[in-house]
T-cell receptor
């Protein structure tokens, strides 16, 4: 059973470009969470999604950031017009369907975004 | 209400010693408390977790102690090893279907 897969592992973007981060959850997991981690800091919640539905996006910046988890394919975190302050590690976690199993969440290896 | 506090920020322990990390929460709706271990350049890995219906859970050298009335929980690492050197995060959530709130992390260094 493969773990949570994130790609790319490292992403370099120039200011103003778009960044697309992908996350494939563990097999059998229907819920995905995105977190951002700045150097030497903790994990900050961004968004919580299930297939075709955003459950909680209270941690998402109001502008330039969006997330989706389509019926088919990976979850995508999209950052438009990146700025230097977006440089961080972005982690995705997945968990089983709530109500069917305890919400244990397993994290991917992360995507390290560097904006130059 | 959503905050999880964690202390100490950093911890240095001799090999074979006991490492203790403490967390406190405010939201009484939280009922699932996992601990994650993160090595540099890696994603957080689930270490051990507890529900509030028990006061202690042990898995190998790792033990969670839970005090529901005080809204506190702690991680004890017995016989600490240099390989345990990592950053440890406590977290809290509802057990079914909510996002996780993380503490700020504790950087543990175990000296050989």
């Amino acid at each position: 059973n493969a773990g949570v897969m994130q790609n790319p592992r490292h992403l370099v973007r120039r200011r103003g470009q778009e960044a697309r981060l992908r996350c494939s959850p563990m097999k059998g997991h229907s819920h995905v969470y995105w977190y951002r981690q700045l150097p030497e800091e903790g994990l900050k919640f961004m968004v919580y999604l299930q297939k075709e539905n955003i459950i909680d996006e209270s941690g998402m910046p109001k502008e330039r950031f969006s997330a989706e988890f389509p019926k088919e394919g990976p979850s995508i975190l999209r950052i438009q017009q990146v700025v230097r302050g977006d440089s961080a590690a972005y982690f995705c976690a997945s968990s089983p369907t709530p109500g069917q199993s305890l919400t244990e969440a397993f994290f991917g290896q992360g995507t390290r975004l560097t904006v130059v | 209400q959503q905050q999880v506090k964690q202390s100490p920020q950093s911890l240095i322990v001799q090999k074979g010693g006991i490492s203790i990390i403490n967390c406190a929460y405010e939201n009484t709706a939280f009922d699932y408390f996992p601990w994650y271990q993160q090595f540099p350049g890696k994603g957080p890995a689930l270490l051990i977790a507890i529900r509030p219906d028990v006061s202690e859970k042990k898995e190998g050298r790792f033990t969670i102690s839970f005090n529901k009335s005080a809204k506190q929980f702690s991680l004890h690492i017995m016989d600490s090893q240099p390989g345990d050197s990592a950053t440890y995060f406590c977290a809290a959530s509802r057990a079914y279907g909510q996002n996780f709130v993380f503490g700020p992390g504790t950087r543990l260094s175990v000296l050989p």
